[in-house]
């Protein structure tokens, strides 16, 4: 039997369609505006589970995609991040490095090619990778779409989103010294420019 099993809450039975309701451990409980933030993370009972539902999340765009934080690194005490992705052929990032974080990709849809020093990675739907920090890399969407889950341990890549971000869709190119500057305060380093520009090579990396 599932540790938790999602129940429909019965029509107007809470006044807000948007409630979520759980049974945890035989135990119901239904996730209302005032146990929960706007962005639906449960406060004030650590052994109530954090909710996010399809659509929810806080938003910041970023290298021309959305990145959608799903888990924040405030709802584990900073163990884990979840951000969900998605983004059209040819987004890409810098080369760069994180040296207080480890980095991991789940595909969800569409496909991706990661590089570091060493290795080309092709990633369809269901593959993922896992780099460790210290480890310079870059990726570059193939496919029309992709779909992707990033999951930082612990949690510092949320906040960065968040501080990088904007809320709507970037004008124009971004302002790459304002996000190496950012990156820097959250322990990630930018090398060079994407993999996908003309000329660009794997950057030197001390």
């Not at 992705?85 to 040819?90: K, M, N, S, V």
């Not at 968040?162 to 809320?167: D, I, R, S, V």
């Amino acid at each position: 039997m599932p540790l938790i099993a999602p129940i429909v809450p019965p029509a107007g039975a809470s006044g807000n369609p948007s409630a979520v309701g759980l049974t945890t451990r035989g135990r119901r409980c239904t996730l209302q505006p005032d146990n929960i933030d706007f962005g639906g993370a449960v406060m004030g009972d650590d052994n109530v589970p954090v909710v996010r539902g399809a659509g929810d999340g806080d938003v910041a765009w970023l290298g021309g995609f959305p990145h959608t934080t799903k888990l924040r690194g405030t709802d584990t005490g900073g163990a884990l991040c979840v951000v969900e992705c998605e983004a059209q052929r040819d987004a890409s990032t810098p080369w760069h490095v994180h040296h207080r974080d480890d980095e991991t990709f789940y595909v969800m849809e569409g496909e991706l090619t990661f590089y570091t020093e060493t290795d080309t990675i092709v990633a369809t739907a269901g593959v993922v990778v896992h780099l460790r920090r210290e480890t310079p890399h870059a990726f570059v969407v193939e496919s029309e779409r992709a779909r992707f889950l990033v999951l930082g341990m612990p949690a510092y890549q949320d906040a960065f989103f968040q501080a990088a971000g904007t809320p709507t869709p970037e004008s124009g190119p971004p302002d790459f010294a304002r996000m190496a500057a950012i990156a820097a305060e959250h322990g990630i380093e930018l090398l060079g420019p994407p993999p996908n520009v003309p000329g660009a090579g794997i950057p030197a990396h001390a």
